[in-house]
């Protein structure tokens, strides 16, 4: 293997399977926005009129997930609001 590929004296079974991988793009989010995304934002309390089958399609969703319906849904909300 030609040391420009950044890799030398590598067993020739290894040295082979490199050969025939292929690079993928990075997909990951930085662990920078990960933390960001992870930070307590604040919030302010709301009411709104919600149909009764969605709220309780979302509450059954969030206990499926393990998660707080009521974030489930600011959560929806959210990401919404993001691509306007």
């Known amino acids: 293997m030609n040391k420009a590929d950044g890799y030398s004296n590598a067993p020739a079974e290894i040295a082979d399977e490199l050969e025939k991988s292929i690079a993928i793009n ?49 959560t929806v909300l959210d990401t919404y609001a993001k691509h306007l």
């Open 26 to 74: 990075d997909f990951l989010p930085s662990p920078g926005s990960i933390a960001e995304s992870l930070k307590k934002q604040r919030t302010i309390p709301i009411t709104m009129k919600l149909k009764k089958d969605t709220v309780a399609r979302y509450k059954r969703f969030a206990a499926k997930k393990g998660i707080k319906y009521q974030t489930f849904v600011s």
